[in-house]
């Protein structure tokens, strides 16, 4: 230890050593946490379209409209370990031509420190609802949840579903006016 | 001066110490090679630890963070989860999220992608025509990150970004 360049040596191994131990700390302190809460879902307005899905593969599909309201509070899973929650919308039906469909309509990112109080009204999906031909035209089925994943500084990166869904039903018939 | 010191060690010893010091090098290497193909019989996937190279899972995942991948066949693939799929003729896989799927009966399933950080879906990195994806794209699911200490949006240090570059990922 008398020169510079062996103490620098040390120093660095040596912290680089803390630092690997406070990571894997705070992976294991927060592994095993219950990431769920209570989520309160409302659909205001429901219209269902038939256009050619011009996202895409330019076939004639049905497109949805759904305007919700949706409310929790995020605050009981933020800790040291979460950098952020990628908050999503998905809206869950199942067709003639496809056993199981999953449609993300509206996402949101939260960091640590931002507002965890989630309380929004009248939203518009910010994804178009197409589906993979028409079977949303007089779907009775559509389960709307919100999920989220959870980001954490270290550590494993888990999908949480919160409890609380929504059923709603599509029309029987198409929405031909322009506006939405 | 430290070259020197260095040479002089190897002088010094005599043959049968210089073998057991490449046998102890060998084993070392071959230790790690172990390791790593561990892992990749562990978690299912050609690569099962991958390093983030650009900006569009932000502010989730930074340049340099390290992401902790499986890719058991048997798990369904659902909206949300963290995807590392393959586009067909390109060699770099691209690690995004699952906005959409469409699975059939017999388990058949096509699905969209997009970055967090980008406005549109990822249609336009797919191949001329294809729409979706599906399962045979897949490499892996991330289920793990760790931190790189990188916070900065933009890649500054030139030298560092090269030698993930190397690495031949992109997220």
Same mark, same amino acid.
């Given at each position: 230890?008398?020169?510079? =360049?062996?103490?620098? #040596?040390?120093?660095?191994?040596?912290?680089?050593?803390?630092?690997?131990?406070?990571?894997?700390?705070?992976?294991?302190?927060?592994?095993?946490?219950?990431?769920?809460?209570?989520? @309160?879902?409302?659909?205001?307005?429901?219209?269902?379209?038939?256009?050619? @899905?011009?996202?895409?593969?330019?076939?004639?599909?049905?497109?949805?409209?759904?305007?919700?309201?949706?409310?929790? #509070?995020?605050?009981?899973?933020?800790?040291?370990?979460?950098?952020?929650?990628?908050? +999503?919308?998905?809206?869950? +039906?199942?067709?003639?031509?496809?056993? =199981?469909?999953?449609?993300? =309509?509206?996402?949101?990112?939260?960091?640590?420190?931002?507002?965890?109080?989630?309380?929004?009204?009248?939203?518009?999906?910010? +994804?178009?609802?197409?589906?993979?031909? #028409?079977?949303?035209?007089?779907?009775?089925?559509?389960?709307?949840?919100?999920?989220?994943?959870?980001?954490?500084?270290?550590?494993?990166?888990?999908?949480?579903?919160?409890?609380?869904?929504?059923?709603?039903?599509?029309?029987?018939?198409?929405?031909?006016?322009?506006?939405? | 001066?430290?070259?020197?010191?260095?040479?002089?060690?190897?002088?010094?010893?005599?043959?049968?110490?210089?073998?057991?010091?490449?046998?102890?090098? !060998?084993?070392?290497?071959?230790?790690?090679?172990?390791?790593?193909?561990?892992?990749?019989?562990?978690?299912?996937?050609?690569?099962?630890?991958?390093?983030?190279?650009?900006?569009?899972?932000?502010?989730?995942?930074?340049?340099?963070?390290?992401?902790?991948?499986?890719?058991?066949?048997?798990?369904?693939?659902?909206?949300?989860?963290?995807?590392?799929?393959?586009?067909?003729?390109?060699?770099?896989?691209?690690?995004?999220?699952?906005?959409?799927?469409?699975?059939?009966?017999?388990?058949?399933? $096509?699905?969209?992608?997009?970055?967090?950080?980008?406005?549109?879906?990822?249609?336009?990195?797919?191949?001329? !025509?294809?729409?979706?994806?599906? $399962?045979?794209?897949?490499?892996?699911?991330?289920?793990?990150?760790?931190?790189? !200490?990188?916070?900065?949006?933009?890649?500054?240090?030139?030298?560092?970004?090269?030698?993930?570059?190397?690495?031949?990922?992109?997220?």
């Amino acid at each position: 230890m008398n020169t510079v =360049l062996s103490r620098a #040596n040390s120093l660095f191994a040596f912290s680089l050593s803390v630092m690997a131990a406070l990571t894997f700390g705070c992976f294991i302190t927060t592994a095993f946490k219950d990431r769920s809460i209570p989520v @309160d879902i409302r659909v205001s307005k429901v219209m269902i379209k038939n256009v050619d @899905d011009f996202t895409g593969p330019r076939e004639r599909s049905d497109l949805g409209f759904v305007t919700f309201d949706v409310s929790a #509070n995020l605050q009981p899973i933020f800790d040291w370990n979460v950098k952020e929650l990628f908050l +999503y919308l998905t809206a869950e +039906y199942s067709t003639k031509s496809n056993a =199981l469909n999953q449609v993300v =309509l509206w996402d949101k990112i939260v960091l640590r420190g931002d507002n965890t109080k989630l309380n929004l009204r009248d939203v518009k999906s910010k +994804y178009f609802f197409f589906d993979d031909g #028409n079977g949303l035209r007089s779907n009775k089925n559509i389960t709307l949840t919100l999920s989220w994943n959870v980001v954490p500084n270290a550590g494993i990166l888990p999908l949480v579903m919160g409890s609380g869904h929504k059923s709603l039903a599509f029309p029987e018939s198409y929405e031909t006016a322009k506006s939405y | 001066m430290l070259s020197l010191d260095f040479l002089d060690d190897v002088r010094r010893m005599n043959k049968r110490q210089l073998y057991y010091q490449v046998l102890n090098f !060998g084993m070392i290497v071959s230790s790690a090679l172990m390791i790593w193909k561990g892992l990749m019989v562990v978690t299912g996937s050609e690569s099962p630890i991958v390093v983030v190279l650009s900006g569009s899972m932000e502010p989730a995942f930074h340049r340099g963070d390290l992401l902790f991948l499986t890719n058991r066949v048997e798990d369904p693939i659902r909206v949300g989860e963290i995807v590392v799929f393959r586009i067909e003729g390109r060699e770099i896989p691209i690690v995004h999220r699952v906005l959409k799927i469409h699975e059939k009966e017999n388990g058949d399933v $096509k699905f969209l992608t997009k970055g967090d950080n980008n406005s549109v879906d990822d249609r336009g990195l797919y191949k001329q !025509g294809q729409h979706w994806l599906e $399962k045979k794209d897949v490499v892996g699911r991330a289920r793990g990150v760790a931190p790189s !200490g990188n916070t900065r949006p933009s890649c500054d240090q030139f030298l560092w970004c090269f030698f993930l570059h190397l690495l031949k990922v992109k997220l």
